[in-house]
């Protein structure tokens, strides 16, 4: 009898010691490259490495690049072998040196744990976007100098010149607006097109998750307080000629997955260009539009 109850003892309670698995182990994930000394050149491929605990080969880990807490580019989702190479970024992403690349990991064995990670601050070189913006100051700047040569005259004719250059002045703020209702406005590209009416079409960017935005030209609202889906929703608008015409994504609220990501399609009917927006209640993403002359 004594025998049978030290056999019970020993089945029953070594039952319940912890089993150590790896399913019980937390989830991370560490990349490992791009790095706080990296450089990524547009237009050269680049490649991410990262290392993982805890999640199988066969998951996917997604990955995203963002400057100043802004997707810039979903890089794309990738399944778990540690590396990816030959990855391309978009050409309108501008030089600078504090971008990130945030990691996630997709569907997760426990959806309360879900592996994520946030590079060191990293710089990218776009040499092509540095020179049109080169040129964009230097003819902004031809204009001002342009606009101050005024004609000499009678003081009724200086008042008319004042007058005329004040507009012209207050056209050219417009073109490289600064901010709107209190929200910065950042140019990512600049487009032109052989006709001033043109078509544009946005739908969200990623994974519908309740974005509402509407879309600004030249400061005038074109579409409303639009909920986003994977719908495309297009609506035909008609360039001013005579300048740079800026469209702007204006987000009113961030969805469940900040911030507002717009995918963006612009076409005259021969030339069609693709373009990614992105907004939060403090900043707003701009393109300009000018018309071929």
């Given at each position: 009898m004594r025998v049978l109850f030290l056999l019970f003892f020993c089945l029953f309670f070594g039952s319940m010691r912890p089993q150590n698995s790896s399913s019980d182990k937390k989830s991370v994930i560490v990349i490992t490259q791009p790095n706080q000394n990296t450089v990524w050149t547009i237009p050269e491929r680049v490649k991410l490495e990262w290392s993982t605990i805890a999640i199988d080969s066969t998951k996917f880990i997604r990955f995203f690049l963002v400057r100043d807490e802004m997707v810039v580019q979903e890089l794309g989702s990738f399944r778990n072998i540690q590396s990816k190479n030959g990855i391309r970024l978009a050409k309108n992403i501008g030089?600078?040196?504090?971008?990130?690349?945030?990691?996630?990991?997709?569907?997760?064995?426990?959806?309360?744990?879900?592996?994520?990670?946030?590079?060191?601050?990293f710089a990218i070189a776009n040499p092509e976007s540095?020179?049109?913006?080169?040129?964009?100051?230097?003819?902004?700047?031809?204009?001002?100098?342009?606009?101050?040569?005024r004609?000499?005259?009678?003081?009724?004719?200086?008042v008319k010149n004042d007058v005329a250059t004040q507009n012209e002045e207050k056209e050219i703020k417009t073109y490289t607006r600064q901010e709107f209702e209190g929200r910065k406005i950042s140019y990512t590209k600049e487009l032109i097109f052989d006709s001033e009416n043109i078509m544009v079409k946005i739908w969200?960017?990623?994974?519908?998750?309740?974005?509402?935005?509407?879309?600004?030209?030249?400061?005038?609202?074109?579409?409303?307080?639009?909920?986003?889906?994977?719908?495309?929703?297009?609506?035909?608008?008609?360039?001013?000629?005579?300048?740079?015409?800026?469209?702007?994504?204006?987000?009113?609220?961030?969805?469940?997955s900040p911030p507002n990501t717009v995918s963006v399609e612009i076409t005259d009917g021969n030339t069609s260009e693709k373009i990614i927006l992105n907004s939060d209640l403090q900043s707003c993403e701009a393109v300009l539009i000018s018309v071929k002359k």
């Amino acid at each position: 009898m004594r025998v049978l109850f030290l056999l019970f003892f020993c089945l029953f309670f070594g039952s319940m010691r912890p089993q150590n698995s790896s399913s019980d182990k937390k989830s991370v994930i560490v990349i490992t490259q791009p790095n706080q000394n990296t450089v990524w050149t547009i237009p050269e491929r680049v490649k991410l490495e990262w290392s993982t605990i805890a999640i199988d080969s066969t998951k996917f880990i997604r990955f995203f690049l963002v400057r100043d807490e802004m997707v810039v580019q979903e890089l794309g989702s990738f399944r778990n072998i540690q590396s990816k190479n030959g990855i391309r970024l978009a050409k309108n992403i501008g030089s600078g040196n504090r971008y990130q690349v945030v990691g996630m990991e997709l569907f997760p064995d426990d959806k309360y744990q879900v592996a994520k990670f946030v590079t060191p601050y990293f710089a990218i070189a776009n040499p092509e976007s540095d020179e049109r913006k080169r040129k964009q100051e230097l003819a902004n700047t031809n204009i001002f100098v342009k606009n101050d040569k005024r004609p000499k005259g009678s003081k009724e004719q200086m008042v008319k010149n004042d007058v005329a250059t004040q507009n012209e002045e207050k056209e050219i703020k417009t073109y490289t607006r600064q901010e709107f209702e209190g929200r910065k406005i950042s140019y990512t590209k600049e487009l032109i097109f052989d006709s001033e009416n043109i078509m544009v079409k946005i739908w969200d960017h990623g994974r519908e998750d309740g974005d509402i935005v509407s879309i600004y030209l030249n400061g005038v609202s074109v579409v409303s307080k639009h909920y986003l889906t994977y719908a495309k929703k297009a609506f035909d608008i008609k360039l001013n000629p005579n300048k740079a015409n800026d469209l702007f994504l204006f987000a009113h609220n961030l969805g469940s997955s900040p911030p507002n990501t717009v995918s963006v399609e612009i076409t005259d009917g021969n030339t069609s260009e693709k373009i990614i927006l992105n907004s939060d209640l403090q900043s707003c993403e701009a393109v300009l539009i000018s018309v071929k002359k």
